[in-house]
Every structure is written in C-alpha cells, then in structure tokens.
C-alpha cells in the first residue's frame, strides 16, 4: 500500500520548516513598498522668551539651554501641541496634532530629538502613531521612527521621513513628514 | 513515468510563497486575542509645590508650566518613581514599579504624554516593558503602546489601555492598565 | 478519477494555515542568536554646576533635582552629545554618538532613564538605533530595549545590555553597550 504521505509531502514539509524558521528573524520588507503612506506637515510655532505671542503659538521653552555648546542652544526642551496639515499652508484645517517634546542636544551644530504622538481623530482616520528619533538638521532628509501605534493604526511600525521646509527664525518651522508604515495589522 | 513534484504540489507551493510575502508586511493580529493580558494598576503621588509631603509622594515636578495654557499646567515635567499593584488598593504589595515621565502637553485641555518602564521583579514576573504614549484625559480610555520589552518580556510588543479611576486634586491619581501583548516570544 | 487535490495535501494545508497563524502572535526569536551584534562604549562626561569644564563635557543637566529623595538626584535631568568607542578607551576615534537624555528617577538608590539615538555615520555603518529604557543600576547589567531602527538598521529591533565599566563622581561615567538584534530586515 503507498503510504499517505509520500516523499513530496515530506520534501515540502521540511522546506517550510525551513523557511518559516529563518523568517523570524530575517523577514523581508522591502523600503519601497510600505503597506501604508501619508505625507504631512508639521507646524511649530514656538512662544517667545516673554510670552507676548500667546495666541499665535503652539509650543514653549520648558528649560534654559544649559552652558554647553550655547550658540546651538543645547538642552533647550520644548513640548508641543502643534497642529499637522494635509498641505504646506499652517492655515489648513489640521488632520492631526502632534503633542510631544523635543529638544536640542549638539553641541557644535543645531540637531535636536523627538519623541511625540501624532494624533488622528477625523473621519478618514482614529488612532496615534507613537515616533522618536533624531533630527539631524544638517542633513537634508533625516528618519524618525514609529515605534507603535493604536486605534486605525494598531501595532504599526515603519518611519518618518522628515524635511525642514520652512524656518522663520526661532518662531516657526515646518516639518514635510513622508511616514511609512511597514507593518500594518 | 510520474513526476516526483507534480501539479497540485507547484499550486500549493505557490499559494505558500506567496502568502508568506503578504506576511512581512500584513501579519494578522486579532485585537481580542493577545498572546499575553495584565490588569495592573498604577498609582502617583506628587510632591507638592513646598515639598512638605515627601513621605507619602512617589513623583515629582522637575519643571515649572510654560506661559502657554496656563490653566491646563502646559509644560510641566513629572517624574515618577510609582508603585503598582494588581488591585485598586494604593497599600497593596506591589507587583511592579512604573519609573519615567510624564508631561502636561495640551493648550485648551488636559492631556499629558508618558514614557516609563514597568519593572517587574517577582516570583511571578521579572522583566521590564517600555511604555510610551497620549494620555488624552479627555476620553474615557486611552491607548499607550508597548514598544520593547526585556527578561520574560523579551522583544514584546502590544498595548496599555489606561483608564483615569480615582483623581484626588493634583496630590493622587491612580490608573488602571489592560497590558495586552500581541507579540511574544 | 482521482480528484487532483487528494487528502494528504488537505491535511497539510490545513497545518499549513494553522501553523501561519500560531507565528503570528507567537514568533520564535533565541536570544542566544541575535541577527546582528555589535559592542561598543559609551562615555559621559558631565558638566560641572559652575559650567567651567566646557571643553571637558559631552552632557549637561537642564533640570535641578526635585526634593524628593534628594540624595539620589530625583528628577535631574541630562541631555547629552556623548561619544561612543569600539574600545573602551574614552579618545579611541568614536564610531558613533549617542544623543539623547536620561534623568534619575528612583527616591532610594540611583536608577536613571534613558531615551536616545545612537547615531552611525562611518564607512562601517550608516544609520540611526533608536533605543530607551530603565538603568537600574544596583544591577550589574540592564537591558535597555531597541525600538527602531534607519538606514543600515532600518526596522531593527533587539535589547542593548549595559554594564557600567567605569564611575569617576558625577564627572565620567563608561557603559558597555553590547547590543544584540533580534529584527534585520
């Protein structure tokens, strides 16, 4: 009688084993091909020393720069509730708020690191995408992480591409974020 | 004579490839079924203002509010040092610590971002998550998420549901943590 | 006729699915077999109180200790621009920085937290790991955990085990970093 599984079956079996294995490990995403994408724009615009321009500011100094590198002002901490538009205008009706912190820490150039949520709450989309990195002012483009989300987002992972557009002095950027989510659920 | 692989073994094989692609980027998850569920409850205390209570204060404003907001203690930076337990109680044994920060981060509301580690170090559990998110107190249940997690919690991944139980003015707050994890290894 | 999926392809198809399912809260990753592991060292060197040893420091408290266990600098808070080394020697050429805070935040012994990005920039490597976590350092090594990763490290993620090697006071202080990666893509 021929036996139910037969060879195939069990070269097959054990190919799969294989693969499923190594696939812990080294899953393949490709960079080109997120599972999902959104470009946004991030607006910030920073209280002044003397707290005149309170209705025209979304974020504010919480800290001193410290007496290390000063012209880059490092360890200046700012938190920030800014609005996030679908386009480049600041007057745009805002698709999400980023809230979260950054803050200088060169001392010899102007970067600073973000740790923030941005928060969706309209009909195209409810959930936040939690994201941190390094903003390495110097370069171009820099990569932000996104380290978790929730909600339409739940358990996503992927990055931000950030780009400075827009610098008005010490009182307003924008930021072109290009987010793209690797891991979608 | 009979292939060794024939045609329905180069169907399936096919079907298998190519599912296992779509897995890299669109893994399934069920939201309703974690791979491992916690109910804890975490617990601060702030010092106040003179810091006359340090007896009985787990946490602590290192920053004054910015002039933004005001009312909603815009910019303030707490950090905690808060112990957890399993039930409602504040006197419960506690079955891990919450030490990290959280800050006030919103102009026309109250809502405040955290990033902490829950360490655990019991018979049941040793190991730590990494937590960061929105808590957007204006809803009745926010969403963290579990970025990282060490010891019995290696590489995990998932979500804190909190909700605000008990606020008593700004000395004691106390919230309750659904800890679901939807990656365990 | 013989129907051109027979039983035995059945069953396995059904095991097949079965086991996709199982893999998708329930990965196997050894700890034993990172898929990336690099050691390196990470070196403070604080600013005094006066800020006269400017030319001597790569970091900077922003906050002053709150006055809660105020022997174990509750609530200070360091940004740093630290170098990171292949060896232990603090003027090896740094192979890459670490930028980021951390802050104490235990009221009876001295723990800290950290968040930041180690920063890669040579023919080596060319990328950014995003990295947080609890140093609890009445412990002789302390997993922090990798939450993110660009560039060379895009998506990475894995534990970093920090071992304190050297504490001159509060002006130096070296952590081993040995950082394994659990997620390579």
New interface residues.
Partial sequence: MKS??????LI??FL?VV???A???????N?Q???KRMVLYYHDLL?NAN?TD?DN?????????????NNYV????I???DPVTKDQNLHSPPVAKA???Y?????TDF?A?F???L?FNSTEHKG?L?I???D?MMEKTR?????????DF??A???ATVTTEAAEGIKYFRLKMDIKL????
């Fill in positions: 139910l599984v037969n060879t195939p079956f097959l079996f799969l693969s499923q294995s696939f812990a490990s080294r899953k393949t995403i960079p091909n997120p599972c209280l707290g309170v500011s979304t974020s504010a100094a919480i800290t001193n720069p410290a007496k290390l590198g490092f360890g200046k901490l938190v920030f509730d809230q979260g912190l803050f200088y820490d060169m001392r970067t690191w740790a923030f949520s928060i936040i939690n941190m990195g390094a390495l990569d932000f992480t996104v380290v978790g989300g929730t909600g739940f358990m992972r992927g990055i690797y891991e979608c659920y």
